[in-house]
């Protein structure tokens, strides 16, 4: 069974068709970046025009890559929520008018939990498999810092979140303050590999320290802005270059790193996971991903790090979880509605294997 996915939560217009779950036929995306970059942040209306022009050339890109033509779809897929309205509102409006003429079935996915169900694209098996549960999920974007914890029987709720900046935005913003351009979660992973992540101590937001134990109700819960305002101090309106530059980047980076490692261990061990996840846009993070290999090393747990470019928003993850939601028969309406965010109770997935 093939599915086209659609996405268009943020600023990436991606299309993908995925045969049965997990073989990845056609993953096309096409990114907004240069068109936010001058106001170091997305706009959501821009990037819903921007995702207007582009979708229908993604979607045919995508089935053309696919070597299927309409026919040999099975359902479309889509992104409905969380993410910008007016760019969801795209997607969603394109992938009903194409499942309408094709009289195909409509499936809206939580592009969160598809972050989750992207790091095993690679092998769905490991879904299948009960063992693999509960699923403690670290998902780190430019718009959420999440702990998830999914059960065999494929119900999901959220442990913890950030209260004040998201950790992508963390990167963003430091990027910002120190004239690094947009987006900045890669550029400082590249200028951090060459500085010393102990030249500066940055604060890490609602971690314990000697004498300070954290509030109960914030033990997995994040906070970048006092990160943020460190920086802002350090540096004071100087521009910094070479070596000072490259020590005040790793050392930023490290702060946010710690906190989402020391915070995912935490979570794994108060609720008992057998498998911890590392995925979203800020997961191609290297400093990220060597740290959590080694903490999860270090704690034994099983770690599944989402594959680079599955990390980053695509449609790949949409098309992929949807097939479940097929199986189980769980469809949309023409009446599918958008959502700027993450319900409270997020439902069951539809991927595990208890989830029937
Ligand atoms: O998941 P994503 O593509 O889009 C959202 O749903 O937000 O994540 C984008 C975020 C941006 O904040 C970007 O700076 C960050 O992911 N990012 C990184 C890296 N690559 C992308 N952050 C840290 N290190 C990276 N290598
Ligand atoms: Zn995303």
Known sequence: MHI???ETSCDE???AVVRNGGEVRANV??????THAAYGGVVPELAAREHLKAMPIVAAAALRESGLGMAGLSAIAVTNHPGLVPALLVGVSFA???ARRLNLPLIGINHTLAH?????LDQTARLEQPAT????????SGGHTLLLLITAEGRARVLGSTIDDAAGEAFDKGAKILSLGYPGGPVIDRLAKTGDPKAVAFPRGLLPRSGHPVDPENRLNFSFSGLKTALLYHVKGRTLEGQELADVVASYQAAIVDTLVAKTVLAV???GARTAVLCGGVACNSALREAARLAAARAGFDLVVAPPKYCTDNAAMIAGMAWHALRRGQVSGPDLHVAARLPADLGRVPFAPGAG
Not at 116 to 120: M, P
């Open 4 to 6: 086209l996915g659609i």
């Open 13 to 15: 217009t991606a299309a």
């Open 29 to 34: 995306i096409s990114s907004q970046i240069t």
């Open 96 to 98: 009903k008018g194409l």
């Open 116 to 120: 989750v169900y992207g790091a095993f």
């Open 133 to 140: 549960y509960p699923i403690l999920a670290l998902a780190v």
């Open 269 to 271: 061990r108060d609720s």
